[in-house]
């Protein structure tokens, strides 16, 4: 007698050795494996992520420990047509080869095509992680669907895999609103949920700086006392990096005790741009951050920079990462951009502020603003207590299971 499938294909393009994908796909697959889900893990990896065994070995340990299987297929990384092609054709093997598959939990637009694609051989039931409006950011930029026959052919797809999909997550209400409005199809019969980026509030707590050990000495020496303002990221089309090194500055000039710090890989294209407003280079360290470490490297930091593109159709399915890892180590947010969600949510939670605009007399009012403004822990810690039930973990795992059951019934096995 042949046993009925019982687990959870989780298929991601997003690499679990990326700080992303460890943040917002392992702790979440971790965090419901505990609970009895039966889930299994296949992935794209970049190749320089899967040269430091070490760290895969450590990975699949952790996994193991929680009975979560993981296979993963190299990510083509070149940016051409065929190493796009490629990607998606080993998210679909991966998809539609795994046996013993209940349901696939697809994450963002790549993994859902391979999703469907299973779905059309042997209507196995999937759970759309949206994470974006994919297509429209392609759309934004110019790129791919550059003819009304592409972008009509783009819109189908889309329409079908919401229209398909068991159910369906998203990071902000209003993609959810969207979606329950019908915007791609019919969406009285499936469920529709919410859940924005997760952020492990036990993990994600400020720390004294005695007990940021992760982060080297001679760092936290240099920051201790000291007003830190905090850019942590790359230099892409998301954020406003001039206007966001604008600001900084103008907190420099005004505050002798002020001090910027960097996370990020992009050393030289920081140093350029600092260089060019005549920032000295003691009044900031650019250093990279192990994302394990994150917790500690934030718990230094007292405003954190959040200045974003201006709102389109494309960001209104985004949510930065940031603002919950923010908001649970008292990190002070300085926001403008994105959608009127993410503000909402700043404004609501109490310890930041947004910005009507990035003019330079807006920014110099900010700057003004930052250094006038005490330190206050009381603040910070009601704002984390507000943000807890939207953004945290242990209430992020409890909107899964509400929406695991309704999408695939109850799968869950014995601890």
Known sequence: MTSLPTSLLYVT????????????????????????WPYRLASLEKTADLAREDRVRDLRARLSASRIDWNFTPYASDGSVSAAARNEAAL????????????????????????????????TPYLFDARSYWFDERLEDGRWFTTPIRLAVARGVEHQLFAQAAGVVTLTELQADDVRAGRFGTSRHKAVQCITTCADFHDFVRRPSAECLRVPEVIRKNLSGKRVLGIIGSVNR??????????????????????????????????????????????????????EAMPEWLSLIDWGMLLLNPGSPAKRASMPTKLAEFL?????????????????????????????DVRPETLEAAAERIVAAPADAGVMEQARVLAAPHFSLSSGLDKYERVLLATFGDLRRAP
Do not use: K, M
Request: aromatic share 8%; charged share 20%.
């Open 238 to 291: 998301s954020y406003l990096v001039d206007e966001t090194l604008s600001l900084v500055s103008a907190v420099l000039r005004r505050d002798a005790n002020a001090h910027l710090l960097i996370l990020s890989g992009q050393r030289e294209e920081y140093v350029r741009r600092l260089d060019g407003l005549h920032v000295d280079p003691a009044r900031f360290t650019l250093t990279r951050a192990d994302h």
């Open 328 to 356: 649970a180590c008292g990190v002070r947010p300085v926001q403008f951009g994105c959608n009127a969600e993410v503000s909402e949510w700043v404004r609501s939670t109490g310890s930041g502020f947004v910005l009507a």
């Open 13 to 36: 393009a997003d690499g679990l050795l990326e700080p992303l994908g460890f943040s917002q796909v392992v702790r979440v697959v971790e965090g419901l494996a505990r609970r009895g």
């Open 92 to 123: 679909i093997s991966a998809a539609t080869s795994t046996r013993g598959v209940a349901g696939l939990h697809a994450r963002a637009y790549h993994s859902a095509v391979a999703a469907f694609a299973r779905w059309l051989r042997d209507r």
